[in-house]
């Protein structure tokens, strides 16, 4: 099962996410801002990530940035 990452700050963008990943067979996790969604790099592998580009805390283009110091290599799809 391929395992997805939601970072966006819209609540309802990532539930409707999730539902419809979810639904489709696949693992979907969210994060509100890039700051969780580092942590959850840090912690789990995912195959896929949906990044938000602006974002409070820190912005998706920010977090791309800092991904490149983890050891995770997902797939990127910028969202705006």
Do not use: H
């Not at 969780?36 to 602006?54: F, M, S």
């Amino acid at each position: 099962m391929k395992k997805i990452l939601v970072v966006d700050d819209d609540q309802a963008t990532r539930l409707v996410l999730r539902k419809v990943l979810t639904s489709a067979g696949f693992s979907a996790s969210v994060a509100k801002d890039g700051v969780d969604g580092l942590k959850a790099l840090k912690t789990n592998r995912y195959d896929l990530l949906l990044l938000d580009v602006w974002m409070p805390r820190m912005t998706g283009l920010e977090l791309l940035t800092k991904l490149r110091a983890t050891k995770a290599r997902p797939r990127v799809v910028i969202m705006t």
